[in-house]
């Protein structure tokens, strides 16, 4: 898996309500897929934090 910002506009970013919100759609075997939220701790959201400042901030 591959996080990466969808972009690094300082105006969007600040306007983000939920920045690390990772909905997925999840199938198991020939099963329907169902919706998801990929549930993330503070600890990594601190480490995509840090993501957003070497990449976006440099």
């Known amino acids: 898996m591959t996080f990466r910002p969808a972009t690094c ?3 969007v970013l600040a306007e983000t309500r ?6 997925l759609r999840l199938a198991v075997g ?3 897929e169902v919706a998801a939220d ?3 701790d503070e600890a ?3 480490l995509l934090q ?3 400042g070497r990449v976006c901030i440099g």
Request: aromatic content about 10%.
């Open 18 to 23: 939920q920045p690390f919100a990772f909905p």
């Open 30 to 32: 020939d099963g329907e």
């Open 44 to 46: 990594q959201e601190g």
């Open 38 to 40: 990929l549930p993330l």
């Open 50 to 52: 840090e993501l957003l």
């Open 9 to 11: 506009e300082p105006h």
